[in-house]
């Protein structure tokens, strides 16, 4: 069964470091996105992508957020200067199209010290 | 604006007895709803979902979810827990009639406790 492919699993980033977390989506899916979850509890959403571009975007993607999908294959956030409380675990989750429901990847659990 | 609603923290039941997890919406448009499930240190897993038609949708695991129009509801339900069900359950909504991100809205979630 196809699947997203996050890495890394773990990632430990001192405070102001850029982090780049990476996302291979299903292939012939075409609306990608990132959530958060901060200790097990509510996931967030974050931002939605499609057509080469940002849809949609909470109000937790600020300035030091962005993403690219820079080839036909990966799907990349970037935090440019991490601070404490974006300590949590990452997901990416991809869909073929508005109807059917995500597959998400195993997520990046990111701890800024 | 989308918003989903679990009211329960914690749902506790005996394995072989049926088990419901409430889920409320809101939502302007029509509503695509979704239930999720999410064991220890994984990720979310697609279980379920309602876009038309019947409203009882029967998904993965023997789970089922009954959509409610008129109350707004899309509770997730089995008619015979199993211990290996325990997990987190997600509720999730999306405005099926908007257009271009498709952006979901999950619920708080609920963790689902089954006692051998």
């Known amino acids: 069964e196809p699947e997203v492919t996050q890495t890394p699993s773990h990632q430990v980033t001192q405070m102001g470091q850029e982090v780049i977390l990476r996302c291979v989506p299903i292939?012939?899916?075409?609306?990608f996105y990132w959530y958060r979850q901060i200790l097990g509890q509510k996931v967030e959403f974050l931002v939605s992508f499609y057509n080469n571009e940002i849809s949609e975007k909470s109000e937790i993607f600020d300035d030091q957020f962005s993403v690219e999908r820079p080839d036909g294959s990966n799907f990349t956030l970037k935090i440019r200067s991490t601070k404490l409380e974006d300590s949590a675990m990452y997901f990416c989750a991809s869909t073929v199209r508005g109807g059917y429901g995500y597959t998400f990847g195993s997520g990046t659990r990111l701890t800024v010290v | 604006a989308q918003s989903v609603a679990q009211p329960e923290d914690q749902v506790n039941v005996a394995e072989g007895n049926p088990l419901t997890v409430k889920c409320t919406y809101s939502?302007?448009?029509?509503?695509?709803l979704f239930w999720y499930v999410q064991y220890p240190n994984r990720g979310l897993q697609f279980l379920l979902k309602?876009?038309?038609?019947?409203?009882l949708v029967k998904g993965s695991y023997g789970f089922e979810a009954e959509f409610n129009k008129s109350q707004t509801s899309f509770h997730l339900k089995k008619p015979s827990a199993l211990v290996s069900d325990s997990a987190l359950y997600f509720c999730?909504?999306?405005?099926?009639?908007?257009?271009?991100?498709?952006?979901?809205?999950f619920g708080a979630g609920t963790r689902l406790f089954v006692k051998a």
């Open positions: 292939s012939n899916h075409l609306y």
């Open positions: 939502v302007s448009g029509n509503p695509y």
């Open positions: 999730a909504v999306r405005d099926g009639s908007g257009t271009g991100g498709f952006k979901t809205i």
């Open positions: 309602y876009i038309t038609g019947d409203n």
